[in-house]
């Protein structure tokens, strides 16, 4: 599947956690990401509410959300999982969803950052910055989130942040 280069738009960028969801934006022209303060996970709908506020505030088009493949580009159960958190969000927020490879974001952000054993979540969220400048440059487009219900296994796979 070959991505097309998204429209720029105000966006934000999910890097998923167990603990922690890292967050990142960018401004309506896609020319500024900036890492944003990650949120502690709670409960889906305490994790709503607080993207509710960012997305209001920002006045967010959509979002995108990092999914785990592995090295080949294949989903991973936690891809599943993240693919599934992510449509969820996004029908509740009524935002077009992309998902995108996020295979060695953390370790990518980590060298870049100089972030390297970091535990505070700056990680989680300059991660997230890397995803979002990766879809900036190399899609997919946002998609209704009935529309993106697709298989993991057909997310832009050719490169990893």
């Known amino acids: 599947m070959t991505a097309t280069k998204p429209r720029p738009k105000s966006i934000l960028s999910l890097d998923l956690g167990k603990r922690r969801i890292g967050l990142a934006g960018c401004d309506p022209l896609g020319i500024t990401v900036s890492p944003l303060p990650p949120l502690?996970?709670?409960?889906?709908?305490?994790?709503?509410?607080?993207?509710?506020?960012?997305?209001?505030?920002?006045?967010?088009e959509?979002?995108?959300?990092?999914?785990?493949?592995d090295s080949k580009g294949l989903p991973t159960d936690q891809a599943r999982h993240y693919e599934r958190y992510g449509q969820r969000l996004a029908r509740a927020l009524k935002l077009p969803l992309a998902l995108v490879n996020e295979h060695s974001s953390s370790w990518a952000a980590a060298e870049r950052y100089n972030l390297q054993g970091d535990r505070s979540g700056q990680?989680?969220?300059?991660?997230?910055?890397?995803?979002?400048?990766q879809w900036l440059r190399e899609g997919p487009e946002l998609k209704p989130v009935h529309?993106?219900?697709?298989?993991?296994?057909?997310?832009n796979s050719d490169s990893g942040a």
């Open 40 to 60: 502690q996970r709670k409960s889906f709908d305490r994790d709503l509410k607080a993207l509710q506020r960012h997305c209001t505030s920002r006045k967010v």
């Open 62 to 69: 959509g979002l995108v959300v990092g999914l785990p493949l």
């Open 123 to 133: 990680l989680d969220s300059a991660a997230a910055a890397l995803l979002l400048e």
């Open 147 to 155: 529309v993106a219900a697709h298989p993991v296994s057909q997310v």
